[in-house]
Each structure stands twice: as structure tokens, then as C-alpha cells.
């Protein structure tokens, strides 16, 4: 766990505002996640992305960017659009081996909170 | 697209107890199913896993069973203690066009009273 990294740990956003959630990882790992969580609603799914210089909407993408420069970053924008921002946002990692499993390994995470 | 449902969404039992915590997903595709564990204000940590080519696996006080013929899998611990108070979440892997992804449960809060 400790080869994935978030900044910043607490995030406030103005109205408007595009902010952007850093994740890092030096596990060599192929594929980056990242999950927003909401009490009572589990880790729900944002983006991913299998290799470099490319990612797939996950579940609620809506209001948020990615982009996948580097084997070992994974950038999310919190745009404007997206109305209710406010959530605790983890980032994974895992290797990608066909198929098999692929334990998934989390960074600290991210609170964002809304000024 | 695979869907997981946990339950239940709390759990409270008294130190030494067993907990039993339930999963059903709905795609038969799925072939790989992590229980991860999250303690207040840090990150989920993976604590068993299981594949779909075996019905149970055991760790010490922790086993996870699949019936992938109903499509549930369960975690059970045995002997709580309070330390593993904390939410649980049961995940099954999702395989489309776009790649592979863990889809998760909506989390168990689990608690051990002494």
C-alpha cells in the first residue's frame, strides 16, 4: 500500500472551480482506478484505465477527467459540471493478468469538500 | 453490467461470536470475488479472495465460500474480536469491451462489542 500516493489528503473546491486529485504509484502496476465514496453507497467506480495513454468511463463519470500520461499517474479532474462533489476519492492500482484476478491496491485517498 | 448486493448493511455481535456477511452478483462472467476491509479514516485493505474455480478458502479466523450456481459468495469470520470492527466490502471483477474492474458492494459496518 504504501507504493500509492495521494495528494492532497483534505481538498477544498469554490464553487466553479475545476480541482484535480493527484495519484502516484511505484508498483510497476499496469492499471489505475479511481473510486468515489459516499456513506452508505460503497466505492463506486469513476475512471480506469488498463494501459498508458488510455482510460474508460466507469460508472459515474459524469463531471470528472482523467488522463493516463504515465504508467505511474493517474490525474482526476473534478470539473465544475460535476454538482455534488463533496466525497472521500480513493485511487488503485493492480497488475493486469489475463484471466485471473487482480487484487487492487489503494492509496490513502482524498477528502474533497465544497466551500 | 454486473451488479453486487451486500447485506447486511450493519452487523453488531459480542466478542467471540461469528459474523456472516452475504454477496449475490449478478454476472455469471464473474471469476474473481476480494473482501476488502476499511478502519475509520484509512484505505481498504484486501483481507481474503477467491476465484471461481473454488468453493471456499480459509485464513486463519476468516473464510470466504462461493456458490457460483446461485451467484453469492459470503465471508465469515469466527472468534470476533473488537479489533475487527470496521466496514467490509465484498467486490466481484467485471470483464467488458472497455477492460476489467472491480464492481463493489455498498460496505458492511461490522461490530464487535467485548
Known amino acids: 500500500d504504501g507504493g500509492i500516493t495521494q495528494s492532497p489528503k483534505y481538498l477544498f473546491r469554490k464553487e466553479g472551480q475545476n480541482v484535480t486529485l493527484s495519484c502516484e504509484q511505484n508498483l510497476n502496476h499496469d492499471a489505475m482506478y479511481w473510486y468515489r465514496q459516499d456513506p452508505g453507497q460503497g466505492l463506486r467506480l469513476i475512471y480506469y484505465?488498463?494501459?498508458?495513454?488510455?482510460?474508460q468511463k466507469g460508472d459515474i463519470a459524469e463531471g470528472y477527467s482523467v488522463s493516463r500520461e504515465k504508467k505511474e499517474s493517474f490525474p482526476l479532474t473534478v470539473t465544475s459540471a460535476q454538482k455534488n462533489p463533496t466525497a472521500f476519492y480513493l485511487c488503485?492500482?493492480?497488475?493486469?493478468?489475463?484471466?485471473?484476478?487482480?487484487?487492487?491496491?489503494f492509496g490513502p485517498g482524498t477528502r474533497l469538500l465544497v466551500l | 453490467g454486473e451488479n453486487v448486493e451486500q447485506h447486511p448493511s450493519t452487523l453488531s455481535v459480542q466478542e467471540g461470536d461469528s459474523a456472516v456477511i452475504k454477496c449475490t452478483y449478478s454476472d455469471s462472467a464473474s471469476n474473481y470475488f476480494p473482501w476488502y476491509k476499511q478502519e475509520l479514516g484509512k484505505r481498504p485493505q484486501l483481507i481474503i479472495d477467491?476465484?471461481?474455480?473454488?468453493g471456499e478458502k480459509k485464513d486463519q479466523r476468516i473464510a470466504v465460500t462461493l456458490n457460483k450456481t446461485a451467484k453469492h459468495f459470503s465471508l465469515h469470520i469466527t472468534e470476533t474480536q473488537p479489533e475487527d470492527s470496521a466496514v467490509y466490502f465484498c467486490a466481484a471483477r467485471r470483464t467488458n469491451q472497455a477492460g476489467t474492474a472491480l464492481i463493489f458492494g455498498k460496505g458492511t459496518t461490522l461490530s464487535v462489542s467485548s
Open positions: 477467491i476465484r471461481s474455480n473454488v
Open positions: 488503485a492500482s493492480s497488475i493486469v493478468i489475463a484471466g485471473s484476478g487482480e487484487t487492487q491496491y
Open positions: 484505465s488498463q494501459i498508458v495513454n488510455d482510460f
